[in-house]
């Protein structure tokens, strides 16, 4: 049986915009493996958006690594855009250096994608213009998913909603927690206590910052400011 390497890859930002999942690639790369005579024995995963250079991923930098050392058939992938989904040149340095160690790579949507040595010219430069224009098909995809993106922050933005960055404590609709601790420091500051001393009592009742060890007087004084503002 051929030894394989695996490589999975996942954007950074949400899987459901990225597509398939770490662990599905992985599935159906190692049910493609097991049907066409290949054992991966090693599995190499990114999580990194497809823009960014091999040398860039330590997973796929590590994997180049791996592939330098004698043993290995193959590198099997999902799909050609687990790869990369930017400029060509990130697909031809990657497809360059694994094949220059007599190791091809291999899709299971997308089939070879480096060069047969068992196939004659006619068919490595049939092979080499589809993977041309799969290439061009994932990186139009991309501008196209970031320009769906930009509307839709645009969209959200002009109805109120927020669109970029953290929320302030106290405005995330997913933590009402924070609404209630905001009317503590009101009612304690309502009482005539100092900022110093309103952080003592909030960490005296188990009330903390959303990130921080503890309060600080500054930090009260921001969000009761923010608050009071209309």
Known sequence: ????????????????????????????????????????????????????????????????????????????????????????????????????????????????????????EFKSADAEMIRSIKQAIIRQEKRKLVARMTLGKLRAKAAGKKVDGKFAYGDDPNKPEEQAVIARMRQLRDSGMTSYRICKVLLGEGLKPRTAARWAPNTIDQILSRKEKP
């Open 1 to 120: 049986m051929k030894k394989a390497l695996g490589y999975a890859r996942v954007s950074g930002r949400t899987q459901a915009m990225d597509g398939t999942g770490l662990q599905e690639q992985r599935a159906q790369c190692e049910v493609w493996a097991a049907h066409n005579g290949y054992e991966i024995v090693q599995w190499f995963e990114d999580s990194i958006t497809g823009e960014t250079p091999w040398d860039k991923r330590p997973a796929m930098t590590a994997l180049v690594e791996r592939v330098a050392v004698n043993g290995i058939d193959a590198v099997i992938v999902h799909q050609l855009d687990r790869i990369a989904r930017g400029k060509s040149a990130i697909f031809e340095d990657f497809f360059e250096i694994v094949n220059a160690s007599g190791v091809q790579v291999i899709s299971v949507v997308d089939g070879l994608l480096t060069d047969d040595p068992q196939g004659d």
